[in-house]
């Protein structure tokens, strides 16, 4: 079933040209060749023909992709992105999520995104040759090295891996998991406590960014880490022993680690809802649909009052949903001091409105609904993940709240229209 997308009369020409264009390669480019695109994914009876096809295939969709001006929405033009604010960007994948995968078609995928992302802001001329341009050309991977399992994720500041100055080399020491794209990774950009000789750095807990190149020695990929039943994954714990890199590997100034990893979360924590929301639009169209045509005790579903009752909820969470996150977008793009209090928002509803959306689709499917033939089961775990990974819900609780309390202990009030 294709995207139902038309011009909305309130937005500007520009935006709705993007939004209209990237819905017919959608329609026409990845939803009639889904299955072939991921059947690497969906079956282990997969021959190596079989593999080079669906790669061709991507090859091909990406290329019709960049032909339309449609490649990398996050990067700036002269990264050879699309230079989007985050309205539009937020228009755009909201119908793009719609195909499975179809990120990784339309060159915006994580973590690889967000180091792009934070490559950019703060990279040297030089870190962005070495380390940029290929990861935009596809030519490198990359990781964020971030979490920690003795400290808790949920507090950053906990974090306990060193970097400390040796020289004209940084040397880092630590244990990390949860390395998302760890496998295939050429680099991963590492949070660290900065440390000198003296400890003096250290003892102002400042934080620093570092790019670590996998092949280097005391880097040990211990394993992909299995999840939701699987064996493994590319989530992966990796331990730095020693391991030594250039001074000039530092990505910005030493204290700059805690602001630069902000930057990444907050984009990507909106860059996740917009993909959640095309994903919950494709979950309630397929549920939908479904409903017109499953018979049970001698009805249709679509005339049963359970199932009318899930079809509205799930209008309403999607809605509700992708307004919000529009909202958050504005508000980052016109850098409102609630903009940050806008993300924590979306990044609590939206995966748990994703979550009911999805339960709901896979209810009414029955069986089928947790088949490897219907992209529902995984977007059901997916919902589920987003409720920790980026920061679990309960920091983001604390922080609105915090930032709304202010306001009223300060005389004033909360500015719903704002
Ligand atoms: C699939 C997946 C991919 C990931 N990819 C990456 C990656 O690429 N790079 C990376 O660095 N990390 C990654 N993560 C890790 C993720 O960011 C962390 O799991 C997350 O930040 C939470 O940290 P933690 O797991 O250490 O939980 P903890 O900090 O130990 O928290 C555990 C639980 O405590 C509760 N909690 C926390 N604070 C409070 C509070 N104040 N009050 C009450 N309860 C509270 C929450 O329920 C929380 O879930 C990924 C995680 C997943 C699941």
Redesign the pocket.
Known sequence: MPINVTPIPTLDDRINDIRMRTARIINEEILPHEEELWRTRRSTNVTDEDRAASEKLRASIKSKVKDEGLWAPHLPLEYGGMGLDFLAHAYMNEILAYGVGAASLFGVVA?NSGNQSILVKYGTEEQKRKWLLPLIEGTMES?????EPEN????PRSLKTTAVREGDEWVVNGH?W???NGIDADFFIVMCRAEDATGELGRSGQMVQIIVPTDTPGVTIVRGIG?WGSRSSD?CEVVYDDVRVPVDNALGQVGDGHRAAQDRLGAGRIFHCMNSIGQMWRAFDLMVERTLTREVHGGLLKDMQFTQGAIADSLMDVQSARLMTIDAAEKVDRADPQARTAISAIKVFVPAAYSRVADRAIQIWGAAGVSNDLPLAGMYLTAR?LR????????HR?LMAKNVLRHYESGGTWNFSA
């Open positions: 973590p990781g964020f090295s971030m979490t808790a994720g949920s507090n990390k949860f390395t998302s999840i989530h993940t920790l990974a980026d920061g679990p819900d309960e920091v604390i």
